[in-house]
Nanobody
Framework: QVQLVESGGGLVQPGGSLRLSCAAS????????MEWYRQAPGKQRELVAS???????NYAGSVKGRFAISRDNAKNTVYLQMNSLKPEDTAVYYC???????WGQGTQVTVSS
């Protein structure tokens, strides 16, 4: 099993940047697919980005070119670098270990002036 803890959320102005972290309780080398999701108030949870152990990444169209997902197996941590943030990026962001079907507790990101 694995536990995930997200951090790095907060309040940022439009156009700003944040980096989210997702720390895993076991070696990331044992987890093939790591994902970031987000859920805005009144909306369904949506997949934002994913990274495979091979390094292959995928992004939702709404964040492509602005967000970057990465994984550091030595630190057992997955990151989501978010640039050029927009108010519509406001949501609770969750990481997920697809292989285990496990979610973190989420971290709030608010983009507002």
């Amino acid at each position: 099993q694995v536990q995930l803890v997200e951090s790095g959320g907060g309040l940022v102005q439009p156009g700003g940047s944040l980096r989210l972290s997702c720390a895993a309780s076991r070696s990331l080398s044992s987890i093939n697919d790591m994902e970031w999701y987000r859920q805005a108030p009144g909306k369904q949870r949506e997949l934002v980005a994913s990274v495979h152990s091979s390094g292959t990444t995928n992004y939702a169209g709404s964040v492509k070119g602005r967000f970057a997902i990465s994984r550091d197996n030595a630190k057992n941590t997955v990151y989501l670098q978010m640039n050029s943030l927009k108010p519509e990026d406001t949501a609770v962001y969750y990481c997920r270990a697809l292989d285990f079907g496990v979610w973190g507790q989420g971290t709030q990101v608010t983009v507002s002036s």
